[in-house]
RNA sequence: GUCUACGUAGCUCAGCUGGAUAGAGCAUGCGCCUUCUAAGCGCACGGUCGAGGGUUCGAGUCCCCCCGUGGACGCCA
């Protein structure tokens, strides 16, 4: 919530009260800067809202709350009354410049809340198997868990972001017998990779690497023997590789959870326990299945098989119970829709262990087509068919890519063209943003010589006005964009502040040599426009340059 | 076939719990640098919001049904 915007809600409150004698909530009051400039600064649809419960006309309820709104004279220069019903407000130039003091007095926290309140929260995304290297399609995964991560950290949110590895499945045994065949062809002799194994690039370099440790020391080992050598070396220089092309693309994270740890920690067999205590288990055809029908699952689930091994979702819902038992009140997983049938298996299992419903929430990111020579590129870690992420980044640059991807809103298909990125095109709307700040930048340094004003009765120009009226919705953007888990209105915020500080920039000149006042408050005005899009675009994880 | 998302300008996408004449970038055309960075500004062109019904003061937004596209439908992970 702003401060204009809570400024009026409070004052349409007073009214509502003083003129129907109606108790008006916060959430039922919606502000907004009307889309055309004639309708005033702010506007409210109050009126229309309240029809159904005061059983009068949306224009007779608006004359009456108009009338007690222009008392406030202090806040609001003039009310009036429009189209449908729409109250519009246009208000006193202190009301707007106030946020410049906020701005300037704590550059670092603008735009933080207290949204969150606190709330702790588990954030888990990418996950991807450390079987091969990051591709582009995990971009938008890590792009939109990282900026989420920023966002619920500024929203107030007490958030844990978490990486979940999973290092005790199938998979990690055919990659361990993939980097054996490796190295036993470094070592010159004929060895296959197996069929389910792994082709990627990475473990020829992790073979190598193998290699120029030990030799040939293991070339006649028996394969078996090897094996848990080979196993052991393999995933550790994945993990490595991870966490490295990760760091890169300035995706960090809180914690990285092991799957084998939760198998050490005996977690699968007391969440197995506890499932079958709790009666939601049966056993049929030799294999232990999971009630996830009674919580709106299409059918039960196997969660140990015929031969005695536990699935996929087995370990996983462990691991659920792990996040919960570290103090979790929610948990939020990122998923690729290729995965999206599994959300309500793992909401089922959750529920039947006696968890609340919406205790995890599962967001579905759709996957990004990759697009190369204007056709269609399927990649596949096994056949090793695949752009790595890091190659991807040392072309584009990273602020292009994570910008590119945090400007989609998860539920859309996107198109990711590998061509156009790696031209450094200026299609790429981020340069338009960075622009702006670099500008700013260079005004402040040329004006180095001046003080900032503290009082700003000169900004009155219109292209001023928009500043500042924008400049106060930050913080109701990041608040809205963190509680729906959306950075992509970041990234329109992003523009538009962009776009009126460039428009700005065109008509007003900052440095003023015959109007120091002028310029004092220009000044401020323009570094608070600086501050303002730098936590922005920190926020998706794009640098702000000084000079480009 | 079933489930689940999506379909908005030539292209890529916004559109805040239903609100005023549906927006932006790119592309196209025309203007603007002796003045703080032209990676910029201004103007123009461009739409049956996939089709059809419904709900109401009001629908791109909610509901139904078609059409199209992606994804998922394993005792794989």
Redesign the pocket.
Known sequence: MNQIESQLKDLIIKAAASAFAYQLTD????I?????K???DY?T?VA??L?KALHEK?QAIAAKLVEELVKYSDTISSASI?????I?FVLNGDTLTDVLRTILASPDTYGQTNSGKGLKINLEYVSA?PTGDLHPGHARGAAMGDSVARLMKFAGYDVTSEYYV?D?????NNMALSLQARYFQICGLEAKIPEDGYNGPDLIAIAQRFYDLHGTAYRDVVSEESLPIFRAYGLAAEITKLKEDLALFRVEYDVWSSEQSIYDRHMVEKSVKKLQELDMTYE????VWLKTTLFGD??D??II???G?????TPDIAYHVDKFERGFTKLVDFL???????INRLKAAIQALGYDKDALEID?I??A?MIKDGEEFKMSKRTGKAVALKDLIEEAGVDAVRYYFA???A?????FDLDMATKQS??N?V??A??AH??V???L???QGYALASSFEQLVHPKEIDLLKYLNEFP?VVS?AAV?R?P??IC?YI?KL??LF??F???????DDGNAELTAQRLALVTAVKITLKNALWLIGVSA????
């Open positions: 959430d039922e009051i919606v907004e800067i009307p889309k055309e004639q309708y005033g506007s649809n229309m809202r029809t949306p429009a189209g449908p019903g729409f519009n198997n999973n005790a499945g199938n998979q990690i049929a055809e030799g294999a299409d059918k689930r196997v098989r015929s031969n091994l536990y699935t996929y979702l690729g829709a290729d995965h999206h049938g599994y579905i759709q996957m087509r400007s989609r809103a539920d859309t298909h996107m198109d200026n299609e709307p340069y338009y960075q622009y670099a500008r930048c260079s005004i340094k040329s004006g109701v809205d729906s959306q992509h209105k329109n523009q962009a776009q460039h428009s920039y065109a008509d007003c000149k900052v440095l340059p000084e000079r480009m």
